[in-house]
């Protein structure tokens, strides 16, 4: 499937931004993972077309993934937003869904949105 996220923003700390992904069809996992310079992609919080959901410990109480009733939209609202999440955040997709944020495991992805949180 193809994904494109929305949403990238330059806000400051404690603000609040919600990212949004369309999918061009239905796949069992969904997930928003982020990067900066110099290093790898790391897992933010995923989503089973179910329902369970996963957060990296830093983002969790903070962060909320969710989708949309017709499962091709997918959501990350964030609250309480720290300098540290600042990064190109992507949005992926794949046909299997693992508690463990794992970019290995997830087949599609699009070309990221950018957030920037100022202190």
């Known amino acids: 499937v193809h994904v494109r996220e929305s949403g990238g923003d330059s806000v400051q700390a404690g603000g609040s931004l919600r990212l949004s992904c369309v999918a061009s069809?239905?796949?069992?996992?969904m997930a928003w993972f982020r990067q900066v310079p110099g290093k790898g992609r790391e897992g933010v919080a995923s989503i089973d077309v179910l329902g369970p959901t996963t957060y990296e410990d830093s983002v969790k109480g903070r962060f909320s993934i969710s989708r949309s009733d017709d499962k091709i939209k997918m959501f990350l609202q964030m609250n309480d937003l720290k300098p540290e999440d600042t990064g190109r955040y992507y949005c992926?997709?794949?046909?299997?869904?693992?508690?463990?944020?794992?970019?290995?495991?997830?087949?599609?992805w699009g070309q990221g949105t950018q957030v920037t949180v100022s202190s």
């Open positions: 069809g239905v796949t069992v996992a």
């Open positions: 992926a997709a794949g046909s299997t869904w693992s508690p463990q944020l794992r970019a290995r495991d997830y087949a599609d």
